[in-house]
T-cell receptor, first 112, second 111 residues
Framework: DVKVTQSSRYLVKRTGEKVFLECVQDMDHENMFWYRQDPGLGLRLIYFSYDVKMKEKGDIPEGYSVSREKKERFSLILESASTNQTSMYLC???????????FGDGTRLSIL | QKEVEQDPGPLSVPEGAIVSLNCTYSNSAFQYFMWYRQYSRKGPELLMYTYSSGNKEDGRFTAQVDKSSKYISLFIRDSQPSDSATYLCAMRLGSASKIIFGSGTRLSIRP
């Protein structure tokens, strides 16, 4: 079974802080994704990566950056956290060529 | 207009009932259609995956795609309290990796 692990289940940070969310997958998937999930808005794609050091902006990249130095690890960075970035963050991975996405259990991030 | 529309619910039905969950979409080029189930405080997990039009059955679950109407459905027979979750429809173009998700329908099965 594919395992996607997000390093924190719950995180509380202050406005202006630099925040790192980490995600690791163990199935050698080429593609990795970061979403945020908000009530009534569903899952919105922030960034995705189709290879090491490669990334593409999703639908809502503003205020976020990503890093993929190793194939199994994909990090989401909030450069200067703001209260409107309080949300559930979900990481996913998939094989290239459009395989189905496998999700981690999410990080619930609160920015105070 | 959103690319994928899904009624958020909540939907509450008695145990044993047949449940019908639906999504409509606007892009006729979508080819792959999925249903994900998400339990509280967990990530979404893939439930059903279909290509193009038609039906696919897996145990108590049936996924139906009507491309002419741009409408997909998930039917749950003999619903159980353990089916209580949020159900997200999702779809994608061809071999592209990006998936477009519906906003999810919260389902509750009453014992």
């Amino acid at each position: 079974d594919v395992k996607v692990t997000q390093s924190s289940r719950y995180l509380v940070k202050r406005t202006g802080e630099k925040v790192f969310l980490e995600c690791v997958q163990d199935m050698d998937h080429e593609n990795m994704f970061w979403y945020r999930q908000d009530p009534g808005l569903g899952l919105r794609l922030i960034y995705f990566s189709y290879d090491v050091k490669m990334k593409e902006k999703g639908d809502i990249p503003e205020g976020y950056s990503v890093s993929r130095e190793k194939k199994e690890r994909f990090s989401l960075i909030l450069e200067s956290a703001s209260t409107n970035q309080t949300s559930m963050y979900l990481c996913a991975s998939s094989l290239t060529g459009g395989g189905t996405q496998h999700f981690g259990d999410g990080t619930r991030l609160s920015i105070l | 207009q959103k690319e994928v529309e899904q009624d958020p619910g909540p939907l509450s039905v008695p145990e044993g009932a047949i449940v019908s969950l639906n999504c409509t979409y606007s892009n006729s080029a979508f080819q792959y259609f999925m249903w994900y189930r998400q339990y509280s405080r967990k990530g979404p997990e893939l439930l059903m995956y279909t290509y193009s039009s038609g039906n696919k059955e897996d145990g108590r679950f049936t996924a139906q795609v009507d491309k002419s109407s741009k409408y997909i459905s998930l039917f749950i027979r003999d619903s159980q309290p353990s089916d209580s979750a949020t159900y997200l429809c999702a779809m994608r173009l061809g071999s592209a990796s990006k998936i477009i998700f519906g906003s999810g329908t919260r389902l509750s099965i009453r014992p």
